[in-house]
């Protein structure tokens, strides 16, 4: 009997394996018994929404779609639309920092412009990881799209390090996200090698490399395991393609480049804002289904941020300047839009979930993705009434295709407190929470 903790081997180049049944004895974790684990992502978006575009009007499984979510199609049933959660600790503070840094601790950021900074205690995902990450090869995975930015907003006599960073392994240390999809690929596949030529052999033939042992792993697996074998080797090579193709520096047609891309354009980091958003996207996706972590984070972009989304039809500026809309039409509209977008990735991502089987339903069945900003409309920067989707059936604990709309002054960390028990972690409180958020099942 093989081990579901082994790995495919070869030229110093390591694959994990997706979770399988034919393996499922051996399992020394929540998948002992035949059941696979319970992973959770948490997807933040900067800036806030336009509300009228995004709440139902009304609450249960009979509720329409609305402008912003509708993306989601088909995949509504497996999604809720949480409305009514608050953030009362970030009222004190400025109208980005204070919202950021805590959107996964829920607690009072300390106002400061040096080194003392405090975010209030532990995010959601760091606790989550020192419970259940002994039991994979990375505890945590961190993502982002931007650097960190340093220095004063002088403006708020705010930090800007609180506006790079939504996990916190202590409330005075951030941790540090991956900005680069080739890094983020050798953590979860492989390790780095030393020389350039090392490096691009690497790169083109990782699968070669392993081949073999998967050949000889693959008899011993039910036939419905050998399936998904084949599936796995072909989604890492996608990837593993897709990131080749994005970052490659000869191609046939050089498109024009503003300048915050081309001060992004390092080695492994696509040019353009939606391969890089779907790239890393597509990375939790792979580190989900090969058990790598059962954790992971990723900020579409740093607060204040000055992404332009003009790659949109119908869109001419930034995400940062449409959400000071000011009941400006023409720039409502366009808010709108970049919201939708980022609605449609997640949808997208969801149904790379749902498309990988996992026991006896899919992986998505087993996954719950938070997706969510830090504020509601971004011109009041208003902390209440977030918007807040969570995708996935948490190991058939949540029961989704429904809205539900808190009623009064709902702390945000009721829902992590109610994420944490079904990750297996049992505290009395979270953050600001005064019991877990009820009708999730």
Same mark, same amino acid.
């Given at each position: ?58 609450? +249960? ?32 503070? !400025? ?10 601790? =829920? ?117 419905? %395991?050998?399936?998904?074998? %084949? ?17 490659? +520096? ?62 949109? !039809?119908?869109?001419?500026? =930034? ?31 969801? +149904? ?19 997706? =969510? ?58 953050? !600001? ?9």
């Amino acid at each position: 009997m093989v081990s579901r903790r082994r790995f495919l081997q070869g030229c110093g180049v390591t694959l994990s394996l997706p979770w399988m049944t034919s393996l499922a004895p051996r399992v020394a974790s929540a998948a002992e018994a035949g059941k696979p684990p319970v992973r959770s992502a948490f997807i933040y978006f900067p800036n806030g929404v336009w509300e009228k575009d995004w709440i139902p009007e009304t609450t +249960g499984s009979d509720y329409q779609l609305t402008p912003s979510l509708e993306p989601l199609g088909d995949l509504k049933s497996e999604v809720l639309v949480l409305t009514g959660l608050d953030k009362k600790n970030s009222h004190g503070g !400025d109208g980005h920092y204070a919202k950021t840094a805590n959107f996964l601790t =829920g607690m009072p950021v300390t106002k400061t412009t040096g080194k003392d900074i405090s975010s209030g205690g532990i995010s959601v995902d760091q606790l989550m990881a020192q419970h259940v990450g002994g039991h994979t090869p990375l505890p945590s995975l961190e993502l982002g799209t931007e650097p960190v930015i340093s220095g004063i907003d002088s403006n708020v006599g705010y930090t800007r390090l609180y506006g790079s960073h939504i996990s916190w392994q202590s409330p005075t240390r951030p941790v540090a996200k991956e900005i680069n999809p080739r890094l983020v690929y050798e953590r979860l596949f492989g390790k780095a090698l030393s020389s350039a030529s090392e490096k691009a052999e690497s790169y083109q033939n990782l699968l070669d490399f392993v081949l073999e042992d998967a050949r000889r792993l693959r008899p011993r697996l039910g036939r419905d %395991d050998q399936f998904k074998m %084949d599936e796995y080797l072909d989604s890492v090579r996608a990837v593993e393609k897709r990131i080749e193709f994005a970052t490659k +520096g000869q191609r046939d047609w050089q498109p024009e480049i503003d300048e915050h891309a081309l001060a992004m354009a390092k080695p492994g980091i696509p040019g353009e804002f939606p391969k890089h958003i779907g790239i890393m996207l597509d990375l939790i996706v792979l580190a989900f289904q090969t058990d790598s972590t059962r954790v992971a984070s990723l900020m579409f972009a740093n607060d204040v941020s000055g992404r332009n989304f003009s790659f949109l !039809d119908g869109v001419r500026g =930034g995400h940062h300047e449409m959400s000071h809309h000011e009941n400006k039409k023409e720039k409502i509209e366009q808010y709108q839009r970049i919201n939708r977008w980022h609605v449609q990735q997640f949808a997208q991502m969801l +149904g790379k979930l749902q498309a990988i089987k996992e026991g006896d339903g899919t992986l998505l069945d087993n996954c719950m993705i938070l997706f =969510g900003s830090s504020m509601s409309d971004g011109n009041r920067h208003d902390p209440d009434n977030l918007p807040i989707l969570l995708g996935g059936r948490g190991g058939r604990t949540l029961n989704t295709g429904r809205h539900l709309a808190a009623e009064g002054q709902v702390p945000l960390c009721n829902l992590y407190h109610a994420m944490l028990d079904r990750m297996g972690v049992e505290v009395e409180a979270f953050g !600001d929470s005064t019991q877990p958020l009820k009708d999730l099942a």
